[in-house]
């Protein structure tokens, strides 16, 4: 499958590579170890210097963490004359206009892609999203929950201009890995939660479910990090849970899918999403899962019969959907995670959001003439 004609730069500028950075793990490496067949020239700059070793094909041209060296990595990297310039935050959407006006050019070529829900950004970040809506031709939302959570303001500028391509997964490669997965030896029932371990994803309401389960085998892994790390080991040692609550840290994409395909169930109590990678992934991996009635996580599981929702914040719901699914056994988890699976398999792989991207790529590098390229610098 071919989502562009030969030969094509896009250049992606993100906020920073790391384990979970989806516009590197799901936007630039299926293209550079081959899993898509394609045959595009991939840039990417960041902000900040990776976490990582980056694919030894990726062109990237990495700032410092401040503007100055922002600009200076953008400025090499708009030098190979980028076809695309795809832009995934609103940091780096302002950073690109900057760019734009020191060179006296337009952004006709830009595409800007929102990766969650209005509520989730800080101040800061909504007042930056600003300029980005009035200046970028093309907005690509992660779901119709992220289009529909924005402001009357934002939504206004976005009329006319704006598509939803949902967030995908790589589902043959996941599916590798999870099929080496050994069968668990221990004993008792694991929950496993993914994610950064911040305020939104509600990690201490997983905590308090967990000790008022009745059920005493239920083990909880937290699969990532986050300044809420030792407020959950507080929490766990203060409930009676300390060798019952596990956190990783974060650790590398094949080792999460491991944490997952051994665990009995996984649940996400997240106030606020775009379109949670992480849910998908989880999905696909094997157990069922218990999530939040946020509007992503609805989208996400509609026509899914055997979805289970809880309301936000309601620890004796999360608890009771725990407990449920300890009781019906691992015949019935079985049943509900391969249903699980089969939903994500056939609306959520990459294959399906690369294509989606064609005509928006298409659309854009036939104005690249018009666009943001690489003459020099206004002094």
Avoid: W
């Avoid at 099929?179 to 509600?202: H, Q």
């Avoid at 407020?231 to 094949?254: F, H, K, N, W, Y």
């Amino acid at each position: 499958m071919s989502a562009s004609p030969p030969n094509r730069t896009v250049l992606h500028v993100i906020l920073k590579i790391q384990p979970t950075n989806g516009q590197y793990n799901e936007h630039c490496l299926p293209f550079l170890d081959g899993r898509i067949e394609d045959p595009r020239r991939l840039v990417v700059c960041s902000f900040l210097p990776p976490d990582l070793d980056v694919h030894p094909d990726l062109e990237l041209f990495a700032g410092d963490g401040t503007f100055r060296g922002g600009m200076r990595a953008l400025d090499q990297a708009l030098r190979l004359e980028p076809d695309v310039v795809h832009v995934h935050a609103p940091q780096t959407g302002v950073l690109v206009i900057a760019a734009a006006l020191r060179r006296r050019c337009g952004l006709a070529n830009a595409v800007y892609t929102i990766q969650n829900s209005y509520q989730n950004y800080r101040l800061r970040n909504r007042l930056l999203m600003i300029p980005v809506f009035a200046a970028y031709p093309r907005l690509v939302f992660c779901s119709e929950a992220a289009r529909a959570s924005m402001s009357k303001l934002l939504r206004r500028l976005a009329r006319d201009k704006s598509t939803v391509i949902p967030n995908a997964v790589d589902v043959e490669g996941l599916e590798a890995v999870v099929d080496a997965v050994p069968a668990r030896s221990a004993d008792g029932f694991e929950v496993v939660s993914v994610g950064r371990l911040i305020d939104i994803k509600a990690p201490l309401d997983i905590v308090q479910a967990v000790a008022d389960v009745a059920e005493p085998a239920v083990r909880l892994t937290f699969v990532g990090d986050g300044p809420l790390r030792p407020a959950i080991e507080a929490e766990a040692q203060r409930l009676g849970l300390a060798d019952r609550v596990t956190v990783t840290g974060m650790v590398s994409r094949p080792d999460v899918y491991r944490h997952v395909a051994q665990a009995d169930l996984f649940v996400s109590a997240s106030h606020g999403e775009g379109l949670p990678v992480a849910v998908l992934e989880s999905m696909l991996c094997g157990p069922p899962g218990v999530i939040t009635r946020i509007p992503p996580h609805e989208e996400l599981v509609d026509g899914l019969d055997d979805a289970v929702l809880v309301p936000v914040g309601d620890v004796p719901a999360l608890a009771a959907a725990i407990s449920e699914a300890v009781a019906v056994g691992p015949a019935e988890r079985a049943n509900r995670a391969a249903a699980g699976r089969a939903h994500v398999e056939s609306r959520y792989g990459l294959g399906a959001m690369h294509q989606a991207y064609g005509p928006v790529y298409r659309a854009a590098a036939a104005e690249k003439g018009a666009g943001i390229g690489p003459s020099e610098v206004a002094s």
